[in-house]
Protein backbone atom coordinates (compact mmCIF):
# COMPACT_ATOMS: atom_id res chain seq x y z
CA UNK A 1 0.00 0.00 0.00
CA UNK A 2 1.96 3.21 -0.96
CA UNK A 3 1.92 6.08 1.42
CA UNK A 4 -0.59 8.71 -1.77
CA UNK A 5 -3.51 8.28 -2.85
CA UNK A 6 -6.01 9.71 -5.38
CA UNK A 7 -9.05 11.78 -3.81
CA UNK A 8 -12.17 9.38 -4.96
CA UNK A 9 -12.31 9.63 -8.80
CA UNK A 10 -10.69 12.95 -8.52
CA UNK A 11 -7.56 14.15 -9.97
CA UNK A 12 -6.24 15.13 -6.34
CA UNK A 13 -2.92 12.90 -5.24
CA UNK A 14 -3.36 13.19 -1.29
CA UNK A 15 -1.27 11.06 1.50
CA UNK A 16 -3.48 8.38 3.51
CA UNK A 17 -3.28 10.84 6.63
CA UNK A 18 -4.26 14.39 6.92
CA UNK A 19 -4.31 17.01 9.83
CA UNK A 20 -7.30 18.65 11.15
CA UNK A 21 -6.73 22.27 11.82
CA UNK A 22 -9.93 22.92 13.44
CA UNK A 23 -8.23 24.37 16.43
CA UNK A 24 -5.81 26.71 15.10
CA UNK A 25 -5.71 30.67 14.18
CA UNK A 26 -6.14 33.28 16.90
CA UNK A 27 -9.33 34.58 16.34
CA UNK A 28 -10.35 37.85 18.19
CA UNK A 29 -13.65 38.76 19.84
CA UNK A 30 -16.95 36.71 19.88
CA UNK A 31 -14.98 34.70 16.96
CA UNK A 32 -13.06 33.01 20.24
CA UNK A 33 -15.82 31.44 21.37
CA UNK A 34 -17.47 29.46 18.44
CA UNK A 35 -17.72 25.55 18.68
CA UNK A 36 -14.13 24.24 17.87
CA UNK A 37 -12.66 26.41 20.02
CA UNK A 38 -15.23 25.54 22.68
CA UNK A 39 -14.97 22.07 21.80
CA UNK A 40 -11.02 21.59 22.10
CA UNK A 41 -9.56 24.55 23.44
CA UNK A 42 -7.12 26.41 20.75
CA UNK A 43 -3.69 24.76 20.01
CA UNK A 44 -0.77 25.50 21.75
CA UNK A 45 0.12 28.52 20.27
CA UNK A 46 1.41 29.86 16.97
CA UNK A 47 4.71 28.53 17.57
CA UNK A 48 3.58 24.71 17.88
CA UNK A 49 0.82 25.67 15.01
CA UNK A 50 4.02 26.13 12.89
CA UNK A 51 5.98 22.96 14.23
CA UNK A 52 2.69 20.74 13.62
CA UNK A 53 2.95 22.01 10.14
CA UNK A 54 6.10 21.68 9.64
CA UNK A 55 6.02 18.16 11.60
CA UNK A 56 3.78 16.86 8.94
CA UNK A 57 4.80 18.23 5.83
CA UNK A 58 8.40 16.43 6.59
CA UNK A 59 6.62 13.30 7.23
CA UNK A 60 4.43 13.69 3.87
CA UNK A 61 1.33 14.32 5.82
CA UNK A 62 0.29 17.40 3.25
CA UNK A 63 -2.91 17.61 3.61
CA UNK A 64 -4.93 19.79 5.52
CA UNK A 65 -8.40 19.94 6.66
CA UNK A 66 -10.26 23.59 7.91
CA UNK A 67 -13.46 25.20 7.68
CA UNK A 68 -15.35 28.77 6.87
CA UNK A 69 -16.86 28.31 10.23
CA UNK A 70 -13.82 27.81 12.36
CA UNK A 71 -13.46 30.51 14.61
CA UNK A 72 -15.01 32.49 12.08
CA UNK A 73 -12.27 32.33 9.52
CA UNK A 74 -9.46 32.77 11.72
CA UNK A 75 -8.26 28.75 10.63
CA UNK A 76 -8.55 29.13 7.45
CA UNK A 77 -6.03 32.34 7.23
CA UNK A 78 -4.00 30.80 10.01
CA UNK A 79 -3.28 27.79 7.61
CA UNK A 80 -2.91 29.88 4.70
CA UNK A 81 -0.18 31.92 6.31
CA UNK A 82 1.54 28.66 7.31
CA UNK A 83 0.93 26.95 3.56
CA UNK A 84 2.38 30.17 2.07
CA UNK A 85 4.71 29.14 -0.89
CA UNK A 86 4.68 25.29 0.26
CA UNK A 87 2.93 22.14 -1.44
CA UNK A 88 0.70 21.93 1.33
CA UNK A 89 -2.79 20.80 -0.03
CA UNK A 90 -5.75 22.53 1.34
CA UNK A 91 -9.27 21.34 2.10
CA UNK A 92 -12.13 23.97 3.55
CA UNK A 93 -15.89 24.27 3.82
CA UNK A 94 -18.71 25.79 2.70
CA UNK A 95 -20.69 27.75 4.50
CA UNK A 96 -19.40 30.91 6.53
CA UNK A 97 -22.52 30.44 8.86
CA UNK A 98 -25.13 28.46 9.65
CA UNK A 99 -28.20 30.12 8.25
CA UNK A 100 -26.82 30.12 4.33
CA UNK A 101 -28.28 29.11 1.03
CA UNK A 102 -26.86 27.00 -1.84
CA UNK A 103 -26.87 30.70 -3.67
CA UNK A 104 -24.00 31.84 -0.63
CA UNK A 105 -21.06 29.82 -2.69
CA UNK A 106 -19.19 31.83 -4.84
CA UNK A 107 -18.80 34.96 -2.52
CA UNK A 108 -17.98 32.82 0.48
CA UNK A 109 -15.48 30.02 -1.58
CA UNK A 110 -13.78 34.26 -2.64
CA UNK A 111 -13.92 34.97 1.21
CA UNK A 112 -12.09 31.41 1.58
CA UNK A 113 -9.45 31.92 -1.19
CA UNK A 114 -8.74 35.43 0.35
CA UNK A 115 -7.97 34.08 4.00
CA UNK A 116 -5.94 31.33 2.57
CA UNK A 117 -4.26 33.50 0.10
CA UNK A 118 -4.54 31.29 -2.76
CA UNK A 119 -5.98 31.46 -6.25
CA UNK A 120 -7.27 27.49 -5.58
CA UNK A 121 -8.53 25.36 -2.99
CA UNK A 122 -7.80 22.06 -3.24
CA UNK A 123 -10.54 20.53 -1.83
CA UNK A 124 -14.03 22.42 -1.60
CA UNK A 125 -16.38 20.08 0.88
CA UNK A 126 -20.03 21.25 1.87
CA UNK A 127 -19.69 20.92 5.46
CA UNK A 128 -23.23 19.25 6.64
CA UNK A 129 -26.73 18.70 4.94
CA UNK A 130 -28.96 21.67 6.11
CA UNK A 131 -32.64 22.11 4.49
CA UNK A 132 -32.26 25.39 3.74
CA UNK A 133 -28.92 24.50 1.51
CA UNK A 134 -30.36 22.54 -2.05
CA UNK A 135 -28.11 20.16 -2.55
CA UNK A 136 -28.30 19.69 -6.65
CA UNK A 137 -28.13 23.58 -6.37
CA UNK A 138 -25.13 23.60 -4.44
CA UNK A 139 -23.59 21.24 -6.81
CA UNK A 140 -24.09 22.74 -9.76
CA UNK A 141 -22.04 25.98 -7.89
CA UNK A 142 -19.44 23.70 -6.77
CA UNK A 143 -19.40 22.37 -10.44
CA UNK A 144 -19.06 25.89 -12.03
CA UNK A 145 -16.43 26.79 -9.73
CA UNK A 146 -14.02 23.68 -10.67
CA UNK A 147 -14.40 24.72 -14.03
CA UNK A 148 -13.51 28.37 -13.28
CA UNK A 149 -10.37 26.51 -11.79
CA UNK A 150 -10.92 27.85 -8.18
CA UNK A 151 -11.73 24.49 -6.74
CA UNK A 152 -9.61 21.22 -7.62
CA UNK A 153 -11.97 18.62 -6.34
CA UNK A 154 -15.55 18.63 -4.60
CA UNK A 155 -16.16 16.99 -1.47
CA UNK A 156 -19.34 16.55 1.14
CA UNK A 157 -19.53 16.08 4.72
CA UNK A 158 -21.64 14.51 7.44
CA UNK A 159 -24.18 13.27 3.93
CA UNK A 160 -26.22 10.46 4.64
CA UNK A 161 -25.88 7.34 1.56
CA UNK A 162 -28.75 9.17 0.29
CA UNK A 163 -27.74 12.37 0.33
CA UNK A 164 -23.80 11.47 -1.10
CA UNK A 165 -26.22 10.08 -3.90
CA UNK A 166 -27.78 13.24 -4.84
CA UNK A 167 -24.46 15.26 -4.73
CA UNK A 168 -22.81 12.31 -7.19
CA UNK A 169 -25.55 12.38 -9.73
CA UNK A 170 -25.73 15.71 -9.86
CA UNK A 171 -21.93 16.32 -10.25
CA UNK A 172 -22.16 13.46 -12.39
CA UNK A 173 -24.01 15.53 -15.03
CA UNK A 174 -21.55 18.19 -15.24
CA UNK A 175 -18.41 15.72 -15.62
CA UNK A 176 -17.32 16.16 -12.51
CA UNK A 177 -16.70 13.51 -9.43
CA UNK A 178 -17.62 13.34 -6.27
CA UNK A 179 -13.99 13.15 -4.18
CA UNK A 180 -14.94 12.39 -0.79
CA UNK A 181 -17.69 12.72 1.66
CA UNK A 182 -16.40 13.72 5.53
CA UNK A 183 -17.90 12.18 8.40
CA UNK A 184 -17.21 10.96 12.13
CA UNK A 185 -15.63 7.62 12.27
CA UNK A 186 -13.36 5.84 14.19
CA UNK A 187 -13.00 2.27 16.43
CA UNK A 188 -15.36 3.95 18.85
CA UNK A 189 -17.83 5.30 16.34
CA UNK A 190 -18.29 2.37 13.65
CA UNK A 191 -21.87 4.01 12.52
CA UNK A 192 -21.04 4.27 9.19
CA UNK A 193 -20.11 0.54 8.48
CA UNK A 194 -23.97 0.27 9.28
CA UNK A 195 -25.39 3.44 8.17
CA UNK A 196 -24.97 2.75 4.07
CA UNK A 197 -22.37 5.18 4.03
CA UNK A 198 -18.87 3.44 3.68
CA UNK A 199 -20.70 1.04 1.41
CA UNK A 200 -21.64 3.37 -0.46
CA UNK A 201 -18.34 5.26 -0.54
CA UNK A 202 -16.64 2.17 -2.32
CA UNK A 203 -19.21 1.20 -4.58
CA UNK A 204 -19.20 5.42 -6.26
CA UNK A 205 -15.35 5.73 -5.58
CA UNK A 206 -15.83 8.56 -3.10
CA UNK A 207 -13.01 8.23 -0.05
CA UNK A 208 -14.62 8.18 3.28
CA UNK A 209 -12.01 11.04 5.10
CA UNK A 210 -12.28 10.35 8.71
CA UNK A 211 -12.78 12.93 11.22
CA UNK A 212 -12.13 12.70 15.04
CA UNK A 213 -10.03 9.30 13.83
CA UNK A 214 -8.98 9.82 17.78
CA UNK A 215 -12.35 9.88 19.19
CA UNK A 216 -11.26 13.40 20.31
CA UNK A 217 -7.91 11.90 22.05
CA UNK A 218 -9.58 9.41 23.89
CA UNK A 219 -8.32 6.57 21.67
CA UNK A 220 -4.62 7.84 22.60
CA UNK A 221 -5.18 6.64 26.12
CA UNK A 222 -3.98 9.50 27.75
CA UNK A 223 -7.27 10.58 29.76
CA UNK A 224 -7.90 6.84 31.42
CA UNK A 225 -5.69 8.01 34.13
CA UNK A 226 -8.35 10.52 35.96
CA UNK A 227 -7.11 13.35 33.99
CA UNK A 228 -9.98 15.14 31.95
CA UNK A 229 -9.78 17.04 28.67
CA UNK A 230 -9.96 20.70 27.93
CA UNK A 231 -12.93 22.36 26.51
CA UNK A 232 -16.86 21.34 26.28
CA UNK A 233 -15.64 17.43 24.61
CA UNK A 234 -15.23 16.65 28.21
CA UNK A 235 -18.75 16.24 28.53
CA UNK A 236 -18.94 13.52 25.43
CA UNK A 237 -20.64 10.60 26.65
CA UNK A 238 -16.83 8.78 25.27
CA UNK A 239 -15.07 10.68 28.86
CA UNK A 240 -18.01 9.64 31.44
CA UNK A 241 -16.89 7.52 34.07
CA UNK A 242 -19.06 4.82 32.95
CA UNK A 243 -17.49 4.22 29.48
CA UNK A 244 -13.93 4.33 31.08
CA UNK A 245 -13.78 0.53 31.35
CA UNK A 246 -14.97 -0.41 27.87
CA UNK A 247 -12.55 2.25 26.45
CA UNK A 248 -9.66 1.09 28.42
CA UNK A 249 -10.69 -2.30 27.18
CA UNK A 250 -9.96 -1.45 23.35
CA UNK A 251 -6.77 1.25 24.69
CA UNK A 252 -5.29 -1.94 25.93
CA UNK A 253 -5.52 -3.82 22.98
CA UNK A 254 -4.72 -0.90 20.74
CA UNK A 255 -1.36 -0.73 23.14
CA UNK A 256 -0.75 -4.36 22.91
CA UNK A 257 -1.00 -4.77 19.40
CA UNK A 258 1.48 -1.32 18.99
CA UNK A 259 4.20 -3.14 21.32
CA UNK A 260 4.83 -5.39 18.66
CA UNK A 261 5.41 -2.42 16.30
CA UNK A 262 7.27 -0.37 18.25
CA UNK A 263 4.45 2.09 18.78
CA UNK A 264 2.11 3.48 20.78
CA UNK A 265 -2.30 3.10 20.95
CA UNK A 266 -2.31 6.69 19.02
CA UNK A 267 -1.01 5.03 15.72
CA UNK A 268 -2.52 1.84 15.82
CA UNK A 269 -5.81 3.53 15.89
CA UNK A 270 -5.04 5.63 13.20
CA UNK A 271 -3.60 2.60 11.02
CA UNK A 272 -6.68 0.89 11.48
CA UNK A 273 -8.77 3.53 9.76
CA UNK A 274 -5.63 3.62 7.03
CA UNK A 275 -5.83 0.05 6.09
CA UNK A 276 -8.98 0.40 4.54
CA UNK A 277 -8.24 1.59 1.24
CA UNK A 278 -11.54 4.03 1.21
CA UNK A 279 -10.85 5.46 4.46
CA UNK A 280 -8.34 8.91 4.87
CA UNK A 281 -8.38 9.92 8.42
CA UNK A 282 -7.30 13.74 9.78
CA UNK A 283 -6.49 13.66 13.23
CA UNK A 284 -6.11 17.22 14.61
CA UNK A 285 -2.72 18.34 16.32
CA UNK A 286 -2.16 20.86 19.16
CA UNK A 287 1.52 20.79 19.27
CA UNK A 288 4.26 19.30 16.92
CA UNK A 289 4.81 16.50 19.32
CA UNK A 290 1.25 15.26 18.30
CA UNK A 291 1.35 15.72 14.35
CA UNK A 292 5.00 13.95 14.59
CA UNK A 293 3.38 10.85 16.92
CA UNK A 294 0.65 10.80 14.21
CA UNK A 295 2.51 11.19 11.31
CA UNK A 296 4.06 7.62 12.45
CA UNK A 297 0.58 5.97 11.40
CA UNK A 298 1.75 5.92 8.29
CA UNK A 299 5.18 3.55 8.89
CA UNK A 300 3.88 0.97 10.12
CA UNK A 301 1.53 -2.29 8.76
CA UNK A 302 -1.49 -4.01 10.75
CA UNK A 303 -1.32 -8.06 10.20
CA UNK A 304 -5.17 -8.94 8.64
CA UNK A 305 -5.32 -10.74 12.32
CA UNK A 306 -4.35 -7.49 14.27
CA UNK A 307 -6.90 -5.61 11.99
CA UNK A 308 -9.60 -8.43 12.69
CA UNK A 309 -9.18 -8.27 16.82
CA UNK A 310 -9.60 -4.54 16.74
CA UNK A 311 -13.06 -5.04 14.37
CA UNK A 312 -14.28 -7.37 16.62
CA UNK A 313 -13.06 -5.67 20.13
CA UNK A 314 -15.06 -2.47 18.61
CA UNK A 315 -18.25 -4.12 17.09
CA UNK A 316 -20.16 -2.75 19.95
CA UNK A 317 -19.41 0.77 18.73
CA UNK A 318 -21.08 0.17 15.61
CA UNK A 319 -24.41 0.83 16.98
N1 LIG B 1 -16.74 17.83 9.17
C1 LIG B 1 -17.07 18.00 10.44
O1 LIG B 1 -18.24 18.22 10.79
C2 LIG B 1 -15.97 17.90 11.47
C3 LIG B 1 -16.27 17.82 12.83
C4 LIG B 1 -15.21 17.71 13.75
C5 LIG B 1 -13.90 17.70 13.29
N2 LIG B 1 -13.63 17.80 11.95
C6 LIG B 1 -12.26 17.78 11.41
O2 LIG B 1 -11.57 16.64 11.89
C7 LIG B 1 -10.36 17.04 12.52
C8 LIG B 1 -10.00 16.06 13.62
O3 LIG B 1 -11.05 15.89 14.54
P1 LIG B 1 -10.95 16.30 16.06
O4 LIG B 1 -9.80 17.23 16.22
O5 LIG B 1 -12.30 16.77 16.44
O6 LIG B 1 -10.72 14.90 16.83
P2 LIG B 1 -9.49 13.89 16.92
O7 LIG B 1 -8.61 14.04 15.76
O8 LIG B 1 -10.07 12.58 17.21
O9 LIG B 1 -8.74 14.38 18.26
C9 LIG B 1 -7.83 15.43 18.22
C10 LIG B 1 -7.36 15.78 19.62
O10 LIG B 1 -6.72 14.66 20.23
C11 LIG B 1 -5.52 15.10 20.92
N3 LIG B 1 -4.39 14.47 20.19
C12 LIG B 1 -4.15 14.46 18.85
N4 LIG B 1 -3.03 13.77 18.55
C13 LIG B 1 -2.53 13.32 19.72
C14 LIG B 1 -1.39 12.55 20.06
N5 LIG B 1 -0.55 12.10 19.13
N6 LIG B 1 -1.18 12.28 21.36
C15 LIG B 1 -2.02 12.72 22.33
N7 LIG B 1 -3.13 13.47 22.07
C16 LIG B 1 -3.38 13.77 20.77
C17 LIG B 1 -5.53 16.64 20.82
O11 LIG B 1 -6.27 17.21 21.90
P3 LIG B 1 -5.74 17.32 23.42
O12 LIG B 1 -4.25 17.40 23.39
O13 LIG B 1 -6.41 18.52 24.00
O14 LIG B 1 -6.25 16.05 24.03
C18 LIG B 1 -6.32 16.88 19.56
O15 LIG B 1 -6.91 18.15 19.51
C19 LIG B 1 -10.62 18.49 12.99
O16 LIG B 1 -9.45 19.22 13.19
C20 LIG B 1 -11.44 19.00 11.80
O17 LIG B 1 -10.57 19.38 10.75
C21 LIG B 1 -14.66 17.87 11.04
Known sequence: MGTTRMLGRSELRVPRLGVGAM???????????TP????????????????AFEASLAAGVTLFDTAAMYSHGASERRLGELAHGTAALIATKFPPRMRATAEDLPRALEASLA?????????????????????????????????????????????????????????AGRGVPLASNQVQYSLLRRQPETNGVLDTCRELEVTL?????????????????GARPRGLRRFMPLFRRSRRESVASVVALLREIGDGHGTGPTQ?????????????????????????????ALAITLAPDEIEALTRATRAWRD
Open 115 to 171: RLGRPTVDLYQHHYPANRVDIGRLMELMADAVEAGKVRAVGVSNYSANQMRIAHAAL
Open 209 to 225: IAYQPLASGALTGKYLA
Open 23 to 33: TWGDPLGLSRF
Open 36 to 51: AKMAYGGAEGAEEEAR
Open 268 to 296: VALRWLIENDSVLPIPGAKNGTQARANAQ
